[in-house]
């Protein structure tokens, strides 16, 4: 059998893996030479400019490291594959790899905070035209790309309404205008999940939520086209955000379990997501699993499950929120997402904590608005979790809301 044949769950434990198993080892080894030594000077020149496989030095390339880019490059059926320290090394480098000044990017309001730090305070400042479109206005988007594109920027689902869109549909319009297309794939996972199959050029993954699935390793992940990739690549190894041979240590071992967790993250968030709609001080949940989410359909039709990530709103706002989230007993309350524990957090607190309240009300984040990262516990913990904290609220907080 090759990769190819098998599925994604047996991909997470074998793929990628068999050519760094030296000395026998079952488990990939953590490499932690920084440098790589050859007798032969022929052989050393061939390896050093790229004629013959090889390592020579630990910003380039290293095994440890490598193992990890092949199990996710298998995952996504991609050609090539580059990694990163963060998901936001991964983000920055391939923005500045693409575009140069005069160049002209289209994405969405509702990119993650750092992506679109990137788009509001430092593209513009490279003369780099940033336009960003209402997340989920295919027609909008599809307009602003005719002008004259040369990247097409998407996150779907997006952080924190899980705002879904149209991979299909934008991969075609982006090609259309000549523009590289991009999507941060980190919500869904390759898993639920594979914008290559869809027509997108590149995929990006922030490593340190579902692919380590464990909250103790950060790093960032890039799959495409050889050509493509490689000069991200080229771009990463002289500006020196790589991936550390530890991190990529734990991102592999997190990974043999990608398949597994995911599954259940999904059945846990639409189990959840179901409960809170039934929930009176609830008034609003935002999840693509439920058939009332505007953009149900599409997610349906481009994803094989809709996620772990979902986020409801409270009424009495921040007043509700302050007593609700301590109450709970089986939630982490930190800024990070796509762990096996659950993970709670008000989005003013996280992801739009640079807004203003206004500036949060203008892209429809009301003040109470909680993210819900669903881990891998029983979910009938979480639901009486959740319903016990409902409970011991004061009435007077919501009453009049
Ligand atoms: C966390 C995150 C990032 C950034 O990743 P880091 O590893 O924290 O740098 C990018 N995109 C999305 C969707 C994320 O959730």
Same mark, same amino acid.
């Given at each position: 059998?090759t990769?190819?044949?098998?599925?994604?769950?047996?991909? *997470?434990i074998w793929?990628?893996?068999?050519?760094?198993?030296?000395?026998?080892?079952?488990?990939?080894p953590? =490499?932690?030479?920084?440098s790589f030594?050859y007798?032969?000077?022929?052989?050393?020149?061939?390896?050093?400019i790229?004629?013959?496989?090889?390592?020579?030095y630990?910003?380039?390339t290293?095994?440890t490291?490598?193992?990890?880019e092949?199990?996710?490059?298998i995952l996504?059926?991609?050609?090539?594959?580059?990694?990163?320290?963060?998901?936001?090394a991964a #983000?920055s480098?391939? +923005?500045?790899?693409?575009? %140069?000044?005069?160049d $002209?990017?289209? *994405?969405?309001k /509702? *990119?993650?905070?750092?992506?679109?730090?990137?788009?509001t305070?430092?593209?513009?400042?490279?003369?780099?035209d =940033?336009?960003?479109?209402?997340?989920g206005d295919?027609?909008?988007?599809?307009?602003?790309?005719?002008?004259?594109?040369?990247?097409?920027?998407?996150?779907?689902p997006?952080?924190p @309404?899980?705002k879904? @869109?149209? #991979?299909?549909?934008?991969?075609k319009?982006?090609?259309e205008?000549?523009?590289i297309?991009i999507?941060?794939n980190?919500?869904?996972t390759?898993?639920?999940?594979?914008?290559?199959e869809?027509?997108v050029?590149l995929v990006?993954?922030?490593?340190?939520?579902?692919?380590?699935?464990?909250a103790?390793?950060? &790093?960032?992940?890039?799959?495409?086209?050889?050509?493509?990739?490689?000069?991200?690549y080229?771009?990463?190894?002289i500006?020196g955000?790589?991936l /550390?041979?530890?991190?990529a240590?734990?991102?592999l071992r &997190?990974?043999?379990t990608l398949?597994?967790?995911v599954?259940r993250?999904?059945?846990?968030?639409?189990k959840?997501?179901?409960?809170? !709609?039934?929930?009176?001080?609830?008034?609003? =949940?935002?999840?693509? &699993?439920l058939?009332?989410?505007?953009?149900? /359909? #599409?997610a349906a039709?481009q994803?094989?499950? %809709?996620?772990?990530? +979902?986020?409801?709103?409270v009424?009495?706002g921040?007043?509700?929120?302050?007593?609700?989230l301590?109450?709970l007993?089986?939630?982490? $309350?930190?800024?990070n997402l796509?762990?096996?524990?659950?993970?709670?957090?008000?989005?003013?607190?996280?992801?739009?904590?640079?807004?203003?309240? !206004?500036?949060?009300?203008?892209m &429809?984040?009301?003040?109470?608005?909680?993210?819900y990262?669903?881990? #891998?516990?029983?979910?009938?913990d979480?639901?009486? /979790? +959740?319903?016990?904290?409902?409970?011991?609220?004061p009435?007077?907080? %919501?009453q009049?809301a």
């Amino acid at each position: 059998m090759t990769n190819k044949d098998i599925r994604q769950g047996t991909k *997470s434990i074998w793929a990628g893996e068999s050519d760094y198993l030296a000395f026998g080892a079952t488990q990939v080894p953590v =490499v932690h030479s920084v440098s790589f030594g050859y007798e032969d000077m022929d052989e050393w020149y061939e390896v050093a400019i790229g004629n013959k496989e090889g390592h020579i030095y630990g910003r380039n390339t290293n095994p440890t490291v490598e193992a990890f880019e092949q199990k996710v490059r298998i995952l996504e059926g991609a050609e090539h594959a580059t990694s990163f320290s963060t998901g936001m090394a991964a #983000i920055s480098n391939t +923005l500045s790899t693409f575009l %140069f000044p005069g160049d $002209r990017i289209v *994405s969405i309001k /509702d *990119s993650y905070g750092g992506t679109n730090k990137i788009f509001t305070e430092f593209l513009p400042k490279q003369n780099v035209d =940033v336009s960003l479109c209402d997340t989920g206005d295919h027609e909008a988007i599809e307009a602003e790309v005719a002008k004259g594109c040369d990247v097409l920027y998407l996150e779907t689902p997006t952080n924190p @309404t899980v705002k879904i @869109t149209d #991979i299909e549909r934008m991969a075609k319009a982006g090609k259309e205008a000549g523009a590289i297309v991009i999507v941060d794939n980190t919500f869904a996972t390759p898993i639920n999940q594979n914008p290559l199959e869809l027509g997108v050029d590149l995929v990006i993954h922030s490593a340190t939520k579902f692919l380590g699935g464990h909250a103790d390793a950060l &790093g960032g992940v890039l799959v495409g086209p050889k050509e493509l990739v490689e000069k991200v690549y080229h771009f990463r190894e002289i500006n020196g955000a790589t991936l /550390d041979p530890m991190a990529a240590y734990l991102l592999l071992r &997190g990974m043999k379990t990608l398949k597994l967790r995911v599954e259940r993250q999904n059945e846990n968030a639409q189990k959840v997501a179901e409960f809170l !709609e039934t929930v009176d001080v609830v008034d609003a =949940v935002y999840y693509p &699993g439920l058939p009332t989410h505007p953009n149900h /359909d #599409i997610a349906a039709k481009q994803m094989k499950g %809709f996620g772990g990530m +979902l986020s409801f709103n409270v009424k009495g706002g921040v007043d509700t929120l302050r007593h609700l989230l301590p109450k709970l007993q089986y939630a982490n $309350r930190a800024a990070n997402l796509g762990a096996v524990e659950t993970i709670v957090g008000p989005t003013r607190t996280t992801s739009h904590v640079e807004c203003t309240p !206004e500036e949060r009300a203008a892209m &429809g984040i009301p003040e109470g608005l909680i993210r819900y990262s669903t881990g #891998i516990e029983d979910v009938e913990d979480l639901i009486e /979790d +959740l319903d016990q904290a409902f409970k011991a609220l004061p009435k007077e907080l %919501f009453q009049n809301a």
